[in-house]
C-alpha cells in the first residue's frame, strides 16, 4: 500500500524559509515524477513544483528563484525548500507521486507566512 507523508510545515515571518519533505512508502509502478502542488482557500490546486525521475525540473513562476525542488529516488523522498517565503505562499502543500499506472497524493502540510 502506497503512502506519502509530509513534513516540514508551519508558521513563518515574510522572508523565512521553511524546507518541506514528502516520504514515500509501498510499491510504486516506475515513478515518473514528485511534485509539490498547493491550495490555498477558496483557490484551485496549483502545482508549485515538479521533477522528474530524470532530474528534470520545473517551477510554477510565482515560486521560481526562491523555490527549490530536490529528490533522493533510493529513499523516495522529495524536499522543497522554501525561501523568501511570501503571505501569498500560504497555503495547504500536497506531495504528489505520479508513477506509469496513477497519481498518488499525501494528506498535506499547512504553511502559513505572516506579514
Known amino acids: 500500500q502506497v503512502s506519502l507523508v509530509e513534513s516540514g510545515g508551519g508558521l513563518v515571518q515574510a522572508g523565512g524559509s521553511l524546507r518541506l519533505s514528502c516520504a514515500a512508502s509501498?510499491?510504486?509502478?516506475?515513478?515518473?515524477?514528485m511534485s509539490w502542488y498547493r491550495q490555498a482557500p477558496g483557490i484551485q490546486r496549483e502545482l508549485v513544483a515538479r521533477?522528474?525521475?530524470?532530474?528534470?525540473?520545473n517551477y510554477a513562476d510565482s515560486v521560481k528563484g526562491r523555490f527549490t525542488i530536490s529528490r533522493d529516488n533510493a529513499k523516495k523522498m522529495v524536499y522543497l525548500q522554501m525561501n523568501s517565503l511570501k503571505p501569498e505562499d500560504t497555503a495547504v502543500y500536497y506531495c504528489?507521486?505520479?508513477?506509469?499506472?496513477?497519481?498518488?497524493w499525501g494528506q498535506g502540510t499547512q504553511v502559513t507566512v505572516s506579514s
Open positions: 509501498g510499491t510504486f509502478f516506475s515513478i515518473v515524477a
Open positions: 521533477i522528474t525521475s530524470g532530474g528534470s525540473t
Open positions: 504528489n507521486v505520479q508513477d506509469y499506472l496513477r497519481q498518488y
